[in-house]
């Protein structure tokens, strides 16, 4: 009997570890970008996108094209860009940003790391909705946010090479700013 | 319903949940290695390179950079406002430095943005929401 109970209370213990280390489950960097950089790769060939080169994987222009989406649903024109990814008139524009967002939540809902954080102040909510604007438009800009760069210099793009360096700079910078404390 | 719609929804799925558990950012590995000295997430940017270099060589008949040696050097991939020369490189370097000083001072790059809205982050939110109106201010510009 006692024997018995020790086995269950080792069996639960056993349980608790399994949770806890479920809970902890993390994916090292290097693999979750090896598996993102194939996919994107290999994405237009699977779905036959095969307009922009290196526009498999993009947050930026991925982002413009749904917006250009909505406001051309608005207007009721076609005035506003989006990136022909295929022959056709393009009647849904691609839902990579949409994915992105079901995913992270879902990831977070099945490892319990989901929570609204509170309230900022109004500045500071006014500071990130005015950094969003211009880091899309710099990035439009080069036309590449950074995973795009990274995705069009294994393309053999040049120019892409000398942005992603220049991020590398940018960033750099600014975090040298940040550790004197700066402020911006 | 065309097939790239779903497959693009798919990959975002699966980038996002790895985004989510891997915390993976490329700005931010940049950051790090500069003001931690820990280069735990610019090994992402590294394998993201190595495996995107893989995949093109592989899809175009194991000839690596495709671009390059079909276009030379000065040509940028369609997509900016000048793909040709001096113009492309001057955008690209303007374009890429405003990148990265602005989404560090932000905290991370476009797509850890994204995946943080996913998890819940309220100013992540308010940074998206930019994202998505900021497209509108190009285009009035350009």
């Not at chain 1, 979750?32 to 994405?43: C, K, Q, R, T, W």
């Not at chain 2, 592989?58 to 040709?84: D, M």
């Not at chain 2, 819940?120 to 510009?141: C, D, E, K, T």
Request: charged content about 15%; overall charge positive.
């Amino acid at each position: 009997m006692i024997r018995m109970k020790k086995m269950n209370n080792e069996k639960d213990i056993d349980k608790k570890k399994l949770t806890e280390k479920i809970k902890n489950l993390r994916i090292n960097p290097w693999v979750a970008g090896m598996v993102i950089g194939f996919l994107a790769a290999s994405l237009q060939k699977i779905a036959s996108m095969t307009k922009p080169p290196a526009y498999g994987f993009c947050v930026a222009c991925h982002v413009r094209d749904l917006t250009s989406w909505i406001s051309n649903q608005i207007s009721g024109t076609t005035s506003f860009f989006i990136a022909p990814v295929i022959e056709n008139p393009i009647y849904i524009p691609v839902l990579t940003f949409i994915g992105i967002l079901l995913g992270s939540f879902v990831a977070s809902l099945i490892f319990k790391e989901f929570r609204v954080t509170k309230g900022e102040t109004y500045f500071s909510s006014l500071k990130m909705f005015l950094l969003g604007i211009v880091v899309l438009n710099f990035a439009l800009l080069l036309s590449a946010c950074p995973i795009r760069a990274a995705l069009r210099t294994a393309h053999g793009d040049f120019i892409a090479l000398i942005g992603l360096l220049c991020i590398g700079v940018g960033a750099v910078l600014a975090a040298y700013m940040l550790e004197r404390s700066v402020e911006v | 319903m065309e097939i790239y719609v779903v497959a693009t929804l798919i990959v975002g799925f699966i980038a996002g949940f790895l985004g989510q558990r891997s915390r993976l950012c490329f700005v931010g590995g940049i950051r790090d290695l500069y003001l931690i000295r820990s280069a735990y997430l610019f090994k992402g940017l590294l394998g993201f390179l190595a495996a995107a270099f893989v995949g093109y060589a592989i899809f175009n008949n194991n000839v690596p950079f495709p671009w390059v040696f079909e276009k030379g050097i000065l040509t940028a991939i369609p997509g900016a406002a000048f793909t040709y020369g001096i113009a492309a490189l001057l955008l690209a370097i303007i374009g890429g430095f405003g990148l990265g000083f602005f989404a560090v001072l932000s905290g991370g790059c476009p797509f850890r943005q994204t995946v943080m809205t996913g998890e819940g982050n309220r100013s992540s939110l308010l940074f998206v929401i930019g994202f998505l109106i900021g497209p509108l201010l190009y285009m009035f510009i350009f």
